[in-house]
């Protein structure tokens, strides 16, 4: 797994409980290691971790609320990684993919909630869209970890997981252990 987490911008508890939760499935299920929610809400801490205890990650998947996005973006790029925003108004992923390939570790990934500041647009490396069409924070951040790990994270599997989802064509089947 790359060194990979996500800047949830501008988080709302009482309007975005639920994208915001689907941000953090995603990037668990689809191998970043981390989020970091701009804004306060201890619920969402406790539900993530409540899915990591049941369908794993605790070990290594990390949560956290910030006060201002802007500090993780300084930091970051103060430390070496690469910061990539993710809006309609990018560059298309597809025209991209390949300097994707050579940017240094690790990567932060920004998705906004509604309207994003200018200076992100500034300040990141690159502005990356998945299409120019506008459409959810949830689905940019699942293509583009698709893009990234060229679709190895479909089958990750965590080993600290107390449910086991063994696959079936028809049916439901579920190991559970602990
Ligand atoms: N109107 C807002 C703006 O101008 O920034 C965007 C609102 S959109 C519901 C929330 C987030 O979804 C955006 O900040 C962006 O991260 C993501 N998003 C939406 N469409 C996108 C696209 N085509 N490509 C990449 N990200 C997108």
Request: aromatic share 10%; hydrophobic share 40%; glycine share 8%.
């Amino acid at each position: 797994m790359k060194e990979i987490y996500v800047l949830r911008l501008g988080h709302r508890p009482a309007r975005d409980k639920r994208v915001t939760t689907h941000v953090v499935l995603v990037a668990r299920a689809f191998g970043a290691k981390g989020v970091y929610i701009e804004g306060n809400d201890e619920n969402i801490i406790k539900t993530t971790l409540k899915v990591l205890n049941t369908w794993g990650g605790y070990s290594y998947f990390t949560i956290q609320t910030v006060n201002n996005g802007k500090e993780i973006v300084k930091k970051w790029k103060r430390d070496g990684g690469t910061v990539v925003h993710l809006t309609m108004y990018g560059i298309n992923i597809a025209d991209i993919e390949n300097e994707l390939e050579k940017i240094r570790y690790p990567l932060l990934i920004i998705v906004g909630s509604e309207k994003v500041e200018g200076w992100y647009y500034y300040n990141a490396d690159y502005n990356v869209a998945i299409s120019n069409q506008p459409h959810s924070e949830v689905a940019a951040l699942a293509i583009f970890l698709d893009r990234i790990y060229k679709g190895r994270e479909l089958y990750m599997e965590f080993g600290d997981a107390r449910i086991k989802i063994i696959p079936q064509k028809v049916g439901k089947k579920v190991i559970k252990s602990g």
